[in-house]
Every structure is written in C-alpha cells, then in structure tokens.
C-alpha cells in the first residue's frame, strides 16, 4: 500500500485529502499540521478585528479525517529530506512514497528594521487573536491615561490583506470606543503603503469606490510611503519619494504589518530550490527535481500564461491546486499520464467591512451589495470544499442570506 504524506491542513491540503480519501485507491494517507483545528485563513482580519469570534473561522481536522484511510498527526513540520523520501517532524519521523506539501504562508518583513520586534503580524488565529486582544488593552489603557497614541492603529501595506483588514478595524471601531470610553470616530485607523496607487489590478472605478468608502470612514490612507523602519511605537516612513532623509514617525499603540507573505520557511530550510518560500512547479504541480513531492497553496509558484508572471496566491487556487494534486496522484497510481494543470479564476472580490466589498468576477465589476454576496458566497465554497456540508452549515455566511 502506498503512503501518501499531506503537510499542512489548510484549503490546498484539506482538498487533496477529500479527493484521495473518497477515492477507492489503495493508499494510506498521514496528515499532519501543527493544530488540530482547520481555520479560515481569509477571514483572519475579521479575528483581529473583533468582527467574528475565532471559533467561527475554524473546525477540528478530525471531523474531515476518515480514520480508516487517514491517520493525522498533531505535530510542528522542522524538514523534508526529499533523497531519503523522509519528513522530520519534531517529535517523529516519517517516510512517505507521495508527499503533498501545502505548508501555507508567514509574513515578509523585506528585512525593514524593526518589523519582527515592534509590530503585531497576522498569519494564523493565534496571531489574529492577539491583535485583537492587544487592541483592546490598548483601549484600556486609553481610559487610564487619556494618550490618543492608544486610540491609533496603524495597518502596514494596503494589499488585500492591509485593506480587508482596515474595513473589519472600521466596523470594530464601535466596540474598541465603547472600551475606551470614546465616540467610535475617535478610533484613529491609518493604513500606510508605498505604492502611489493601490490594488492595481483593479480598474480606475474600483479602486476609487474603495477609496472613497476609506474616506467616508475617515480611514487615513497614505501613499506613496514607504516604511523604512518600525520603533517601539512609531511607524517611520519615507515622505517624499526623491529623499531618503525625509523621514516622519507616525507614533501608535497598535501596528500591524501585513505587507505580502512568503512560503513556509521549510521551504527554503528543506533545499528545495525557491523564492520567498515559493518554487516554480512543473505543469503537475511537482517539485521540478522530485515528481513524487507536489508543492501547493502558497509554497507553490504556477505561471499565469495570460500574465505572463505566477498567479497571485488565493484559497481558490489553493483549493484548485488541492484537487488537481489529489487527482493527479490517483493518476499516477494506474500509470496514467499528468494533464497539465490549469487554472480559471472566478474572480477576485475584496470585502471592506461586512456588507461592503469590491471585486471583478469573470469579466465582470462588481461593488457594494453584490460584490459582498459573492464574497460570503466563495467563503462558503471554500467550507464546503475543505469541510463539507457540516461546516457549511455550522459555519456558513447565513447571516448574510437574511
Ligand atoms: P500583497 O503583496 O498583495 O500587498 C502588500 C502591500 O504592501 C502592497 O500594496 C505593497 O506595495 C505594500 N508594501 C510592501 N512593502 C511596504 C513598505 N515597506 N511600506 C509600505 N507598504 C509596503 O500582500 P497581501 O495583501 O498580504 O496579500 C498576499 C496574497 O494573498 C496576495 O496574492 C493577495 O492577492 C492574496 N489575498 C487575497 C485576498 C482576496 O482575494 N480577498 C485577501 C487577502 C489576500
């Protein structure tokens, strides 16, 4: 019987193992992953903003596990040893014949000073839930010493992640003011980018709703500003783009970097040859040295033939990618040949708080009402392919459908 090892139980991983545990292969699979729940790595700005308790964004890894086929494994993955077909985890070591690896993302600090010791990041629900529980200490402490310093958040990067999260700090502005004893307008959120124009794969008309929806909320977005470095409490950024020395600080009780990922640091750690955690995967998706070591989600760089440059990393293309991966070893298993691997995307939809979003979905722009369904709409469909009806369910948009 062949071992199929799955690193990582996010939606590229989860996917995979739906597809190999509902087939009739003769195969065994071990999952591992660090937790022992699954968590919706889209929502985490919602976790950090106080908008959804983190139970709502996460489900135990055993209810998707079918015990007869798959065997999962709690534990923290240190390194691959692709020669010796071997995985090293930190209290064990396995051996695999097919190894599907979906370790997911960490945050980039380009190496600016200061990211890793002074701001709060945002990778996982422990992360997402310290911001949120460090915002609100900081509103305590508003109260005792009436420093506004407190009442200030600083977001860094205005990407998805920098965007989506300021929309869920607007809509938690209400409780972080009832804290702090002050009027929810009183909540100071800026978001600092070093681009001039942000979300450029957007139109014109989208990024302006997007903007004009920052300011209706008083959302103070600087661009063109590059952060250079980050204090204890002070975010320093380039004013003006011709001198380097025109530095400012922006003091603040509360920043957080969400300025672009990079694959797992197992990556790099294993050999395997790649950038910022990434490696450019053959046509099916594996390694371009080891055709039994698959490379997804994050970790994985497919090229775009349309753009000419890799996708950009969502939980639909990891999802995409989880499927392919699955079938594909199912393939290999009967001695059939690869399809290449090949992706349409259905969209991109950027949600700013609850009910607001912006987005294109096929060729299609779509804002306000609409586009806010469609994103609940694609979060419910990733539930259903990493957790099935019984997530969906329980943990489904439905607030939304009222
Ligand atoms: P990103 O790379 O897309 O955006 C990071 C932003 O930070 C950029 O605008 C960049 O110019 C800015 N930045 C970089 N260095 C800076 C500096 N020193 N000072 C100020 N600004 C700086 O990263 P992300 O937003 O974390 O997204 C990561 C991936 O996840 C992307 O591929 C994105 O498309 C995807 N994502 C998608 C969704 C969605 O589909 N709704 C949501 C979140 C993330």
């Known amino acids: 019987m062949k ?20 087939s009739g292969a003769d195969v065994h699979i071990t999952l591992v992953d660090r937790n022992d729940y699954h968590y919706e790595s889209t929502s985490l700005h919602e976790v950090a903003a106080g908008t959804q308790p983190d139970e709502k964004i996460c489900y ?16 923290t993955v240190e390194k691959i040893d692709t020669e010796q077909k071997q995985v090293y985890l930190e209290n064990k070591t396995l051996q695999y014949d097919y190894l599907i690896v979906a370790l997911g993302f960490q945050s980039e600090s380009f190496g600016i000073p200061g990211v890793k010791e002074n701001s709060l990041e945002m990778v996982d629900v422990r992360t997402a839930d310290q911001v949120h529980k460090h915002i ?10 009436k420093n506004e310093e407190y009442l200030r958040i600083v977001v860094c990067g205005a990407g998805f992640t920098g965007i989506e999260l300021v929309g869920a700090l607007v809509e938690g502005s209400k409780a972080f003011a009832d804290i702090a004893g002050v ?18 794969m957007f139109s014109e008309k989208l990024g302006k709703y997007c903007i004009d929806h920052l300011n209706k909320w008083d959302v103070k977005l600087l661009t063109g500003k590059p952060i250079k470095k980050v204090e204890p409490g002070a975010v320093i950024y380039q004013n003006s783009k011709d001198n380097e020395n025109d530095l400012v600080a922006l003091n603040a009780k509360t920043i957080i970097w969400t300025t672009g990922v990079s694959g797992s640091q197992v990556i790099g750690e294993s050999g395997f040859e790649e950038r910022r955690g990434r490696v450019m995967v053959n046509p099916n998706l594996t390694d371009p040295k080891h055709d039994d070591v698959y490379l997804l989600g994050d970790v994985s ?15 639909q293309i990891a999802l995409a990618m989880g499927s392919y991966a699955g079938k594909d070893i199912l393939n290999q298993l009967k001695g059939q040949p690869s399809k290449p691997f090949s992706f349409k995307s259905l969209g991109s939809v950027a949600s700013i708080g609850n009910t607001h979003a912006f987005g294109v979905v096929g060729k299609t722009e779509v804002t306000a009402y609409p586009a806010s369904f469609i994103k609940k709409a694609i979060m419910d469909r990733s539930l ?13 948009r ?4 009222h």
């Not at 609100?136 to 010493?145: G, H």
């Open 301 to 315: 760089a497919v090229m775009d033939p349309a753009s000419n440059r890799p996708y950009p990393t969502t939980a």
């Open 136 to 145: 609100v200490d900081q509103m305590k402490k508003y109260k005792e010493t």
């Open 384 to 396: 259903y392919e990493t957790g099935g009806v019984k997530e969906v369910m329980a943990k489904g």
């Open 398 to 401: 439905f607030d939304f459908y």
């Open 3 to 22: 071992e199929i090892i799955i690193l990582g139980a996010g939606y590229a991983g989860l996917r995979a193992l739906h597809v190999l545990q509902k």
């Open 60 to 75: 135990k890894i055993k209810d998707v596990v079918n015990s007869n086929k798959t065997t999962f494994i709690q534990d």
């Open 183 to 200: 009027k929810p307008e009183e909540i100071q959120i800026y978001c600092v980018e070093a681009v001039d124009k942000i979300l450029p």
